[in-house]
């Protein structure tokens, strides 16, 4: 994929008509839509049809199952994300044409215009973290324009057009996107080697992110400093002058969160700052969201908003769907579904669950490793991290952007996970794990299905296996 670096785009509205590639993606979706709803005339097309490309065409934007030249009609702008390659008959199209061809973050750079950008990064936790936000500044008054890489549980919208001058970003490193927005106040909620495959070495990572925290425009950075790498960037930053609030359990931060306390899939702790200390509420579980819920609280109070109104927001904040999502209950039986796909995030779900499971009950892992190089380089990590769960399957590697890679599939996991004093088992196909954990789930029993690839397909196919099982 390699690393896209930033572009001059110009507004929105001077973009002429725009054609989505790939438009039924989470965040291709919310661009589309901001772009309809700001009066552009608006095309799409996406590889298969989806309940998200049904609601574009009933919001009124002419959209296409499957790709083809003569889809992009009379476009003057084609939009594409990263996993679009250069054999798509309709990017061959634009490029003969010599239409102008903007990678989604540029898309969404062009919406940000005339706004106080707000750009979320780090390894983990940018989707809760822009979404935490968006609803703790809507909650204060700020009306903000957001676009989140998953929707809201609440809304099962991931982007909107606020009037307000705040516009909320999840901003993706993986391939430098983050480098291409105009960003006032950056948030990185943490910095742990990940997309070697782009950036080649940990440090080169860290500057990447560093590059990040110190474009022109930004006025505040926002860290972590539970995590070694956002604390060496605040300390970086703080150096070159740069207003930097830090948040974690350490008494170090500026946001403070001490007494941190977890029953069941809720969480809470005391956030001190700037002398006042109060009692943060969540309906979210586990002690990221918790920092989560701090990096969003800095935020707003840089913005000057609401004190009261900001924690009133969190409490209301339900959750983005695939982090940590209930997809039903049956026969006593949790089954949740959520998107982590790097060991720590695999460890944090996982420690999360553990603390939701029922006394007498078990935790059973599902894992679908994300990208080869991914599952090569952190085989162990995996493995060490699905050890915390009482039963795991593992199923094949969602390739994603990338080609296979003969010797690596997900049963490194497994050896990794088996070494690690695990009880995990191979299943290949995914579509065999439904009836393979129907026929050990028990009542009291959380199910958890983790991976940013496909995987979430196995959740709702499980309740209809445990339903067909009761009749």
């Given at each position: ?169 999840e901003a993706d490193e993986s ?195 994300h990208l080869f190089s991914r ?58 794990l439904p009836a393979r954990i ?34």
């Amino acid at each position: 994929m390699g690393l896209r670096a930033p572009v001059q785009v110009p507004p929105a509205d001077q973009l002429g008509k725009v054609h989505f590639i790939a438009i039924g993606g989470a965040g291709m979706s919310g661009i589309a839509r901001l772009f309809h709803e700001l009066g552009v005339t608006v095309t799409g097309s996406d590889q298969i049809d989806s309940v998200t490309l049904q609601q574009l065409t009933r919001a009124g934007i002419p959209t296409f199952v499957g790709h083809a030249a003569e889809q992009v009609g009379d476009a003057d702008t084609v939009v594409v994300s990263s996993a679009i390659r250069e054999t798509n008959p309709e990017l061959i199209e634009a490029r003969r044409r010599g239409l102008r061809v903007l990678h989604r973050s540029a898309a969404l750079a062009a919406l940000m215009h005339g706004r106080v950008g707000i750009s979320i990064a780090g390894t983990h936790g940018k989707t809760t973290t822009t979404g935490m936000t968006a609803v703790m500044l809507t909650a204060a008054g700020a009306d903000p324009s957001y676009v989140i890489g998953s929707p809201l549980a609440a809304s099962g919208t991931s982007a909107h057009l606020g009037k307000g001058e705040a516009f909320v970003v999840e901003a993706d490193e993986s391939d430098g996107s983050f480098l291409q927005y105009p960003t006032r106040i950056a948030v990185v909620t943490n910095v742990e080697a990940d997309h070697l495959d782009n950036w080649a070495t940990p440090q080169a990572y860290l500057r990447g992110f560093e590059q990040f925290a110190s474009q022109q425009g930004v006025e505040a950075l926002v860290a972590g400093v539970d995590d070694p790498g956002a604390l060496e960037l605040a300390h970086r930053m703080r150096g070159r002058g740069l207003q930097v609030i830090t948040y974690g359990t350490t008494e170090a931060a500026d946001v403070v969160l001490s007494d941190l306390d977890f029953e069941g899939t809720h969480a809470a702790a005391s956030l001190s700052f700037e002398g006042q200390s109060v009692r943060l509420q969540l309906q979210v579980p586990g002690k990221y969201n918790l920092e989560n819920a701090a990096a969003a609280y800095a935020v707003g109070r840089i913005l000057g908003l609401d004190h009261e109104a900001l924690l009133r927001g969190a409490r209301s904040f339900t959750g983005t769907l695939r982090r940590f999502q209930l997809v039903d209950t049956v026969n006593g039986i949790a089954i949740y579904d959520d998107y982590a796909h790097h060991p720590t995030e695999l460890r944090a779900a996982l420690t999360a669950a553990r603390r939701a499971v029922p006394d007498g009950g078990r935790l059973i892992a599902c894992f679908q490793p994300h990208l080869f190089s991914r599952t090569q380089e952190f085989r162990d990590e995996f493995g060490d991290a699905l050890a915390l769960a009482d039963l795991g399957f593992v199923t094949d590697i969602y390739a994603a952007r990338e080609d296979p890679v003969k010797g690596v599939t997900g049963q490194l996991v497994v050896d990794a996970a088996l070494a690690h004093g695990a009880t995990v088992t191979y299943v290949p196909d995914k579509l065999d794990l439904p009836a393979r954990i129907a026929d050990v789930a028990r009542p009291g029993d959380l199910v958890m299905t983790l991976g940013a690839g496909d995987v979430t397909l196995v959740g709702p196919l499980l309740v209809a296996q445990l339903r067909q099982a009761t009749r």
